[in-house]
């Protein structure tokens, strides 16, 4: 497929203005109307079609975003699984911070499949399963993976908390959110969470988490 970026040699964050700026100076300096030859006139004409074609769809939001996501998924991978595992993890954290959680959840679940020693990608797909209806259990399973991989991290405690909190399981979200105080004694937001589950303990079936618990990443 064609990459318009390489059509008009901009970087892939470059701004509406950057596009517009490049788009006039190649199309000033290879318009057809500059060449009188018939074969280079009509060569002229099919690259200022492709720079037009190409500005046209840089400068569309809409169409970007879908020539975006078309260049990533022809994009090719390597061989090596670790490599393979970043490339998908990335694509994961863009769907992620996009609020497309179910995209996220297929990207980051590619990633433990192509390299399960990535604490970070078993976080990061707790993260998304705590985002889509139905997925708690899988949370849990990737919270737990990565907390075997990484059991020091307070962060990964404080969300294995909020999964066992959705998954009714009270008194196991409770010795998360301790474990993750003994590294962050003075977090606030585990300190709220702790409190709230400690009344609960006893407590059967899924619940609703309270609001703003999602507040941060992690």
Excluded at 94 to 99: D, I, L, N, Q, S
Aim: with cysteine; charged share 30%; hydrophobic share 40%.
């Amino acid at each position: 497929m064609t990459n318009h970026y390489d059509v008009l040699g901009v970087p892939r964050d470059a701004s509406d203005s950057e596009v517009r700026g490049k788009f006039r100076l190649l199309a000033r300096d290879g318009h057809p109307d500059r060449f009188q030859e018939a074969g280079e006139k009509k060569a002229a004409e099919e690259r200022f079609q492709r720079l037009t074609e190409a500005m046209n769809v840089l400068t569309n939001p809409a169409r970007r975003k879908v020539h975006d996501l078309e260049l990533e998924k022809n994009r090719p991978m390597s061989q090596d699984p670790a490599a393979q595992a970043r490339a998908y993890l990335a694509m994961g954290v863009k769907a992620y911070r996009e609020g497309n959680f179910t995209d996220a959840i297929t990207q980051f679940d590619l990633a433990v499949k192509h390299y399960d020693r990535d604490a970070k990608a078993h976080h990061y797909l707790a993260l998304a399963c705590m985002k889509v209806v139905g997925q708690v259990r899988r949370g849990v399973d990737a919270i737990e993976a990565a907390i075997r991989l990484d059991g020091n991290n307070p962060l990964f405690h404080r969300d294995a908390g909020k999964l066992f909190m959705l998954a009714g399981l009270n008194s196991k979200a409770e010795r998360h959110f301790e474990q993750a105080l003994a590294w962050l004694p003075e977090d606030a937001e585990t300190l709220k969470l702790l409190q709230e589950v400690r009344p609960k303990k006893g407590n059967s079936g899924e619940r609703r988490l309270p609001s703003g618990i999602f507040g941060r990443k992690g």
